[in-house]
């Protein structure tokens, strides 16, 4: 077998393609994925064509072209079929080539129709730097049940030339297409090599006849080709009986060329479109369909060829058949002639050669053959007048800048007088200055598409060809200007991609100095201010966290502060604020500790520890410090002088202000400075007011006197709104927590549960004990379902706050003074005549904790949280104790007995109240 390497591309699903070695000369059968954007390529066929055809000066259309959208094609193509394994088989068969000393063929099965329109003959080696259809023979395979033998041929190979030029088709100039092919082949026929046999204005008729005739080798065909959609078939023109266009289907073209005896081996097709086929049939094309009806190899042209280049290719193709090469090695000879018509010429890719099953070399010439006398050509004496009128038109077309069609005229003209040396030397100037206009022509076309690079390599080669010609001198210059803004556009997009934000700037500054509409076109100047403003301010953001981290608060503040009065950033003002508090704060800290002053100190530490809680630790033994301080001598916040003794006391909801009531016929407001605000008689000339509350919202007061009466005030104005009556005097009052009832407990033995809110309407009643037993305290629940009593027969009781029923009776060994709930009421204080302050399960009256002091306990209080508890004594102290540790935390002294406690709304300050006619306020809240 031929050093060969046959590939075998098929579709795996819609857009999904698979590459398979079916031989290899290298060995193995690897396989891989084809990736591909098939549709992508197909669109950029007519670009492709128009770049070929325009590559070569004979061209008939002035189209910019360069080559390197055929180099991108090609290079795409490279690399989606030769991968992976794949690759290194092709590599591999390569090596083996070169051992043999053999050219690698390259066989395509192309197994779906949209991969056989591809123009696989561009196909680019990057690594290389070559087209493999330039180097290798490559064919594209069409399948067959068997393969002929070659044809034994005794020279002449004989061609038969079938020359087609229908009415209403473009016009082909005929005699000068022969007259150039038998030119091309003269030193093969004069060699005996090669018979041509013309078919001028080819109708099937004439075509059968000559099929029927003689036997040939070759079909030559020059004519018009197109493809029916529609069918899906390729399409030749003949000529009908009238002269004009018969159109002939391929698969008709294939019956009429099957009347031969033998059939031809070989159709060579110069028609446009006759290597195109449609999306239905891999084998639609004209080539194609005329090999898988039986003809071994056709050449058939993909895109629209020009005159040269067919010649070119005929000449190349034929000479080396007649030397006997194989089919694929004489196309390769084809593609070779071609590039000798031009050094930037493309056309080399436009031939295709389809082959049947694994036939290479279609014939044997058994014989050398017979030379063939022709008489020398020369040029007649004298001036013919029709060749200098052709002279001279063609002169004058070049004047006035036609340049192709002077190239016309003098390609007809030398055609008829080969040897007049004028006419050569005006066509060689023609076709320089086609070539430069050409070339002009696509330098303008990169310039208006803003392909500078493409029309500065083009104004410099018209200007190394021409110095001075036309202004390609100016537009290159301003080519090169618009290259570099072009050039540092994208410098400017790399720098704002990869974030480099003050290359950004330095490349904008640059751009504007050559076109100020191009500095920033793309908005990335403000882009990248605002990128290299966001990085400084995380620089100086950085900075501040540095600071505050290490703890610099009132720099770690300034640098904070910078930030947020520059426009902001993240959460630098937060940040600031806090920094400058704590700052703030430590300084005071300072102060505060040299004046001694331990109570506002733990204040600020508090207020440290809530704002970090890392300060905890870094302030612990200085706040123990305080609080031994401030346990060792307490401090008065502030001491309020009511004039007789204290009985009962209570905060606003606000901690702005107290009530007090006691051995006094009035119940008064202070400030917590001791100011009075509020005073409302509650008793007689001989009736004191021991009870007194703030409602829940502040609103109001209710106080209990001991000439039996219950009253409910306004804490504003002092007006009384609620009146009602005990059958004795009233020793204790306490509301509801939501300020809709009053309870009350009198010397009568009852605690009674009033509406509070102006109906006057007893609720409740219950009795405590028997006739002689007074209700010293009463408590309401948190959740106002519950309310207890304490009375003069040592017990404390629970009750239904609604039905009344007795849930729990709490023993102590004397009177019981004092009742409280904590915050959950899960937990019940009672304080005893005893000397003992009690805690309790509320729910099992299970006794839980004792307190003792050196007298009767006539005060008990819960702070805010239910840590703490606040007892008073006859003892003269206010002692404050930590429940969890069951600890003492402060003694607080009065001059006499301590008959009321309680603690402020927020657990800071606990109120006392004594016999020694004072009210003092004490700071407990970091204890």
Not at 48 to 68: G, I
Not at 318 to 341: C, F, K, M, V, W
Not at 453 to 467: F, K, M, P, W
Not at 722 to 742: I, M, Q
């Amino acid at each position: 077998m031929a050093t060969d390497l046959e590939l075998e591309i098929s579709g795996t699903y819609p857009g999904g393609y698979d590459v398979r070695v079916v031989h290899a000369a290298a060995g193995g059968e690897p396989h891989a994925a084809l990736l591909l954007d098939v549709e992508a390529l197909l669109d950029r066929r007519r670009e492709l064509e128009a770049t070929v055809l325009a590559s070569s000066v004979q061209a008939r259309r002035a189209v910019s072209a360069t080559e390197e959208p055929v180099r991108q094609v090609g290079r795409q193509l490279f690399e989606a079929l030769f991968t992976g394994p794949v690759y290194g088989s092709y590599r591999a068969s390569s090596g083996v080539a070169q051992e043999r000393q053999e050219r690698l063929r390259i066989v395509l099965r192309l197994k779906t129709p949209e991969l056989a329109l591809l123009p696989w003959e561009t196909l680019f080696d990057p690594d290389a730097d070559v087209y493999l259809c330039r180097q290798e023979p490559l064919v594209r395979h069409v399948p067959a049940r068997y393969t002929p033998e070659p044809l034994q041929v005794e020279p002449p190979l004989r061609i038969l030339a079938v020359v087609s030029s229908p009415r209403g088709m473009p016009l082909l100039d005929t005699d000068a297409e022969r007259a150039r092919l038998e030119e091309a082949l003269a030193e093969q026929i004069e060699a005996g090599r090669v018979q041509l046999t013309w078919v001028p204005q080819a109708s099937w008729d004439r075509v059968h006849g000559y099929m029927l005739e003689g036997e040939w080798h070759v079909l030559h065909l020059i004519g018009h080709g197109d493809y029916d959609e529609g069918a899906d078939e390729g399409l030749i023109a003949l000529v009908d009986g009238s002269g004009g266009a018969d159109l002939v289907e391929a698969s008709r073209l294939a019956d009429l060329l099957g009347e031969a005896r033998p059939t031809p081996r070989l159709v060579v097709l110069n028609a446009c479109a006759s290597a195109q086929g449609g999306t239905r049939d891999v084998f639609s094309s004209t080539g194609a369909t005329l090999v898988r009806s039986g003809i071994s190899a056709a050449a058939a042209m993909q895109f629209a060829v020009s005159d040269r280049a067919a010649i070119r290719f005929a000449q190349g193709f034929y000479t080396a058949l007649a030397h006997g090469r194989r089919i694929d090695e004489a196309a390769q000879s084809g593609r070779i002639a071609i590039l000798g018509t031009s050094r930037r010429t493309l056309e080399w890719i436009t031939p295709v050669l389809y082959v049947r099953g694994d036939a290479a070399r279609l014939f044997t010439f058994t014989t050398g053959a017979t030379p063939r006398t022709v008489p020398p050509r020369h040029r007649p004496e004298g001036a013919d007048p029709q060749l200098r009128a052709l002279y001279v038109t063609a002169a004058a077309e070049l004047r006035v800048g036609r340049h192709d069609r002077a190239v016309e005229l003098l390609d007809d003209l030398l055609a008829r007088a080969p040897d007049d040396r004028e006419a050569a030397a005006l066509r060689e100037r023609a076709v320089v200055q086609l070539e430069l206009a050409s070339v002009y022509r696509r330098a303008t076309d990169a310039e208006a598409a803003g392909d500078w690079a493409g029309a500065i390599d083009g104004y410099a080669e018209v200007l190394r060809a021409e110095e001075g010609y036309r202004d390609a001198a100016e537009r290159a210059e301003r080519c090169r200007s618009r290259q570099r803004v072009a050039d540092l556009e994208a410098e400017l997009r790399y720098h704002a991609d990869a974030g480099q934000w003050q290359a950004v700037l330095e490349v904008s500054d640059e751009l504007r100095g050559l076109d100020p509409a191009a500095a920033d076109r793309y908005g990335l100047v403000g882009r990248a201010r605002h990128a290299l403003r966001e990085s400084e301010q995380e620089r100086r953001y950085d900075e501040a966290r540095a600071a505050e981290d290490g703890q610099e608060w009132s720099a770690a503040a300034d640098r904070y502060e910078e930030l947020a009065a520059d426009g902001g950033y993240r959460d630098a003002a937060e940040r600031g604020a806090l920094c400058r508090r704590v700052a703030d704060l430590r300084a005071a800290l300072q102060r505060q500790v040299r004046a001694q002053d331990w109570v506002t100190a733990l204040g600020t530490i508090a207020e440290l520890t809530a704002m970090r809680a890392d300060a905890a630790a870094e302030y612990a033994e200085l706040a123990g410090h305080a609080r031994r301080e401030i346990a060792a001598d307490p401090p008065e916040l502030a001491r309020i002088d009511f004039g007789d003794a204290v009985r009962s006391v209570s905060w606003h909801p606000s901690g702005e202000g107290i009530a007090v009531a006691g051995g006094s016929r009035w119940a008064r407001i202070y400030d917590t400075s001791g100011a009075e605000r509020l005073k409302v008689k509650g008793g007689g000339l001989r009736s004191t007011v021991p009870a007194v509350a703030f409602s829940p919202d502040g609103l109001r007061i209710a106080t209990g006197s001991a000439h039996d009466a219950v009253r409910i005030w306004s804490a504003g104005t002092g007006r009384l709104t609620v009146e009602a009556r005990h059958d004795a005097g009233v020793n204790c009052v306490a509301f509801s927590p939501d300020g809709t009832r009053l309870a009350s407990g009198g010397a009568d033995a009852t605690a009674r549960v009033w509406d509070a809110t102006g109906v006057r309407e007893q609720l409740l009643e219950v009795r405590h004990g028997g006739r002689w037993t007074p209700v010293q305290a009463v408590a309401f629940a948190p959740d106002g379902t519950r309310i207890a009593t304490g009375g003069s027969d040592a017990t404390a009781r629970v009750w239904d706050a609604v039905a009344g029923r007795q849930l729990l009776e709490l023993r102590h060994g004397a009177a019981v003074n004092a009742v409280a709930f904590n915050v959950d009421g899960s937990r019940i204080a009672t304080a005893g005549s005893d000397g003992t302050a009690r805690v309790w399960d509320a729910s099992s009256g299970k006794p839980l904790l004792e307190l003792r002091h050196d007298a009767g306990v006539n005060a008990v209080a819960f702070s805010p949280d239910g840590t703490r508890l606040a007892t008073g004594s006859g003892d003269a102290t206010a002692c404050v104790w930590d429940l969890a540790e069951e600890v003492l935390l402060l003694e607080l002294r009065h001059d006499a007995a301590v008959n009321a406690v309680a603690f402020g709304p927020d657990g800071t300050r606990i109120a006392t109240g004594s016999d020694d006619r004072t009210v003092r306020l004490w700071p407990v809240g970091d204890l």
